[in-house]
């Protein structure tokens, strides 16, 4: 499959605070492609550049073939983007905010957009303005998708979104995306929904990428052990048997993409008398905490 985004190298600063350096990523024609990370690590500013808003430092980006920094005004009309809010003319109602964006776009399919609309069970001529936070988050999302572009990126779709709404847009977005061959790139601050969605992934720590792959290889691979320790709880190095770990009184918890036995053996070799050792199972957001850490 081709490739729709491809950075390298990428590199960015704003004046001295480094972001991050040496990103390196692709995606997928036809994937739904998630970039995690904690706040201020990057997420948005990647987006900005992927989209031209921002000149990277060094490195470059490269959407639909071409420099990021440079689209042709026909490859950016490719292009779906929800930037950070969800922001539609309030003073319309359903219908002729419709309408107006139509104009826009040349290949608007307004059935994708009606078909939203038409879950959340409000009258097309509703005002924006009457509607809720998530309701005309709604809006927003479907006018994006009604553009019919090959890729969306969308930062943040959840923002004002409850749990019902967010549901009901990950499973319309699922079947578009499904049964169109598209792409998204996509970021949220709600981990756990993205676990049924996102097909690849990236995860950004502070200033690099700590993980790239499939979901459900990270979610298969990465383990969570519990066990107790006698006396004094000594530290333990970063390494590739520990990717993180925590400690409370005489309790830890450790993080790894080895297997329980490589752990344990590794543990003992350290003189680490551990005691009631076991794995519990996770999902996407203990993952993802258990890779970034709680704070």
Not at 141 to 165: F, K, V
Not at 169 to 193: A, C, G, P, W
Request: charged letters at 25%; one cysteine or more; a negative charge.
């Amino acid at each position: 499959m081709d490739n729709v985004i491809e950075c390298v190298n990428l590199t960015h600063c704003y004046g001295k605070k480094l972001i991050y350096k040496d990103l390196n990523f692709s995606v997928q024609r036809g994937k739904i492609f998630g970039i995690l990370g904690k706040n201020g690590t990057g997420k948005t500013t990647t987006i900005n550049i992927l989209m031209g808003f921002l000149r990277p430092t060094s490195g470059k980006c490269y959407i639909l073939g071409e420099e990021s920094h440079n689209l042709f005004p026909q490859t950016r009309a490719k292009i779906g983007l929800l930037h950070e809010s969800h922001v539609c003319y309030e003073f319309m109602t359903v219908a002729q905010v419709e309408k107006f964006y139509s104009r826009f776009f040349l290949k608007w399919k307004k059935d994708l957009y009606y078909g939203l609309i038409d879950r959340l069970g409000v009258s097309y001529d509703h005002k924006i303005s009457h509607m809720s936070c998530g309701q005309r988050s709604q809006v927003a999302l479907g006018l994006i998708m009604a553009q019919n572009p090959e890729l969306m990126i969308l930062d943040d779709y959840s923002m004002g979104l409850d749990a019902g709404y967010r549901m009901l847009f990950i499973d319309y977005l699922t079947d578009y995306v499904r049964e169109n061959n598209k792409t998204v790139f996509m970021t949220s601050h709600i981990i756990q929904d993205l676990e049924q969605v996102i097909d690849d992934a990236i995860i950004i720590g502070r200033q690099k990428i700590l993980l790239q792959m499939p979901i459900k290889e990270f979610l298969s691979t990465f383990h969570q052990y519990h066990f107790n320790v006698e006396g004094r709880l000594p530290d333990l190095d970063f390494d590739d048997t520990i990717a993180n770990w925590e400690s409370l009184k005489n309790h830890y918890t450790v993080y790894s993409f080895k297997a329980e036995k490589d752990v344990k053996t590794y543990l003992e070799n350290k003189g680490i008398s551990i005691q009631d050792f076991h794995e519990i199972s996770m999902n996407l957001e203990h993952a993802f905490i258990g890779l970034t850490g709680k704070y």
